[in-house]
């Protein structure tokens, strides 16, 4: 398979007057054609900060370094011109927060179309049209009716649809969406993974950043598991819902109520230290000394851990 999208050793700093917080270090992550990889990890761990990286729509306070390539181009050398077309055409985004994501001034169909209007050629009658049938597609409906409703008489559930129908508008090449289930109850969750289930089916590649496990567990090929800026660990979905390498991965699942609602002890250091050796020391119950020291990425066939219990095991 082909990397469709290649970061490497991406570091992502914002710069306060009192702070330096480095919200990505030195990450190196392919996504490949075709699949979809689930971004996961708790809250403040750097999953937007990595979602809006691949967009280009981080604040100009971000400070960046490393590569992203889409396609062989690296989107942070790209121009704004080039970036305008990627965007919304070539790589489609569902941010994080429908509520935000919307003009409330504006009707809905408007909105969908919008993206269309600018990376194809339809005309406004013919967005429309598409905008409705993709209405239709996400179950809003009467279709019709909402399209010419604003986004302030919509429900959490139905924002939720419409924002996926907006990011996916021009048939993307890759999907990144974040959180797409925050916020959304038990029968909504269902209708949103069948979505992503038949974008899946449609061969489009998908970047998926949630907390959500089992919405990870339906829809992933792969997992990367991001803790306090850093990846640690990438394997498949198999592998991480059965046998996890990372003690962190192996936490985050035993928190799950399947699996007896045992939360990780202690909290995530603060995102502005200087981090010395293993992240995850002072909440693992397997640290050892050399944890102390920087923990390198150790890859393991096709997958990726950084924690010392992998030093010399199984390496190819
Ligand atoms: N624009 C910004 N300016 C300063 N800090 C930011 C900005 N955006 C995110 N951060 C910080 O970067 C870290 C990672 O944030 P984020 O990617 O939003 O986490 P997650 O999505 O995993 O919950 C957090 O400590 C957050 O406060
Ligand atoms: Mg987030």
Not at 84 to 89: D, K, N, V
Not at 229 to 249: A, D, L, N, W
Request: charged share 20%; hydrophobic share 35%; glycine share 6%.
């Amino acid at each position: 398979m082909q990397p469709i999208i290649e970061i490497s050793n991406l570091t992502i700093s914002f710069h306060g007057d009192e702070y330096c917080l480095t919200a990505i270090e030195e990450l190196t992550l392919s996504i490949f054609k075709g699949e979809t990889l689930a971004i996961i990890g708790e809250s403040g761990s750097g999953k937007s900060v990595l979602g809006q990286a691949i967009l280009s729509i981080l604040p100009e306070s971000a400070e960046i370094q490393g590569i992203i390539n889409y396609r062989e181009k690296n989107l942070l050398m790209a121009s704004d011109s080039e970036l305008e077309s990627i965007r919304g055409g070539l790589i489609g985004w569902v941010p994080q927060n429908p509520k935000m994501g919307f003009n409330p001034s504006m009707k809905m169909w408007k909105q969908i179309a919008e993206s269309m209007i600018i990376h194809t050629d339809s005309s406004w009658s013919e967005a429309k049209r598409q905008a409705i049938s993709l209405l239709e597609r996400f179950k809003v409906l009467p279709a019709d009716q909402w399209a010419d409703a604003y986004p302030v008489s919509y429900s959490g559930g139905m924002l939720q649809r419409a924002m996926v129908a907006m990011g996916t508008s021009v048939n993307p090449d890759v999907i990144i969406a974040d959180e797409p289930t925050k916020g959304v109850d038990l029968l909504n969750k269902s209708g949103i993974t069948d979505l992503f289930l038949e974008m899946k089916n449609r061969g489009i590649t998908q970047i998926l950043i949630t907390h959500d496990l089992d919405f990870a567990r339906e829809l992933a090929d792969r997992v990367a598991v991001l803790y306090c800026g850093q990846i640690v660990e990438i394997t498949s979905k198999e592998i991480f819902f059965t046998h996890p390498r990372h003690p962190y991965s192996h936490g985050l699942l035993q928190s799950l109520p399947q699996n007896g609602l045992c939360p990780i002890p202690g909290n995530a250091p603060p995102m502005h230290i200087v981090h010395t050796g293993c992240r995850f020391k002072d909440r693992c119950s397997d640290s050892k000394k050399e944890c102390k020291n920087p923990v390198p990425f150790f890859s393991m066939n096709k997958d990726y851990v950084r924690c010392f219990n992998y030093h010399n095991r199984d390496q190819s």
